[in-house]
């Protein structure tokens, strides 16, 4: 597998790496990093959900300690093994994300409610299956709707006026994966939670899904130089992600964040190795407020669309 490396100028330099992510010059910290920075989340996710389940965690205190901790370590990762130095957030962006971030989890809490509103919280307190049978099922079952939500979001000129919110960015990192339109939000984990909730699966499979689906979430927004290969194929990377965000609409697919499998069976994977985006952003920066127009960015979806122009009438003296 081709590879390379930024440097801290953003630029792309070619490095020494091949398929086992050794350089031809002997193992640095940096490459070990790499290597072992994917594999110690999953394992956190592992020992998290294990912890829990045995021990009888709250699920509303372990899931925002499991996202918090998620967050520490790959905003540390970023810059020990940053893709793009130049895609930190500036001070300015620091304010903004927090302001989303806080948005996001209001949506969050928001949706929640929503669908215990709806038909209260109707996942079975005791497994009616093997946990470890019920874990995939609510896994493929919720990335299923997740893929065909985020998807909707962009192929619907309607959600679309929600979701574009999240691309306005011109850097993918983890502190502004929280910018987002807070009725996308609600909308898309509304749904999600309540289709695992009508499909009965039990607390325990949806506290274990939620924490893989908050690190694959973070994970995958982040600047961080990890390449994990063939795995691309199962599961959503950076790798994949960067290509999500392209400006070139031609290799902007991977609407999975989690799962590989939904982007195969529905043609929308176009990562192969190597394969980079020049840029990231909106195809049409001024098609949306800025980052910084938080106000105007929420009222966005509301606001008339400008009509087209009718061409010039043909001068009659001409």
Known sequence: MDECERSADGEINSSGYADG?????????????RAAAYPLLLLAVVLVGASALV?????AIVSPLFLIGTLAYLA?????????RSWHPGKD?????????????????LAQLLVTAAVGW??????????????PGALLVGSLVSYLV????????????????????????VANNGVNHVLDIVLAQSLVQLTLALAG???????????????QGYF?????????????????????????????????????????????????????PGREPAAVGLHDPASFPGTGEIVAGFLHPWRRRPEPETPAAPDATT
Not at 55 to 59: G, H, K
Not at 152 to 173: E, I, M, Y
């Open 21 to 33: 992510g050794k350089s031809a010059v002997g193992i640095s910290p940096a490459s070990v990093l």
């Open 55 to 59: 021990l009888r965690w709250d699920p």
């Open 76 to 84: 540390l990762l970023e810059q020990l093994i940053p893709y793009a």
């Open 93 to 109: 962006e620091w304010r903004w994300y927090g302001v989303y971030f806080l948005l996001t989890m209001a949506g969050s809490g």
């Open 122 to 135: 109707i996942s079975a307190e005791e497994r009616s299956h093997h946990l470890w049978a019920e874990i």
């Open 150 to 173: 985020h998807r909707l979001g962009h192929t619907s000129a309607l959600l679309w006026r929600l979701h574009g919110v999240h691309h306005v960015p011109d850097k993918v990192n």
């Open 201 to 215: 699966f039990s607390r325990s499979a949806v506290l274990v899904t939620g924490l893989f689906v908050v690190a």
């Open 220 to 272: 995958v927004h982040a600047n961080i130089d990890v390449r994990i290969g063939r795995f691309n194929h199962l599961l959503a990377s950076p790798e994949q992600h960067r290509l999500h965000h392209s400006t070139d609409l031609s290799e902007a697919g991977h609407y999975g964040s989690d799962l590989s499998c939904w982007d195969h069976l529905f043609g929308s994977f176009t990562w192969h």
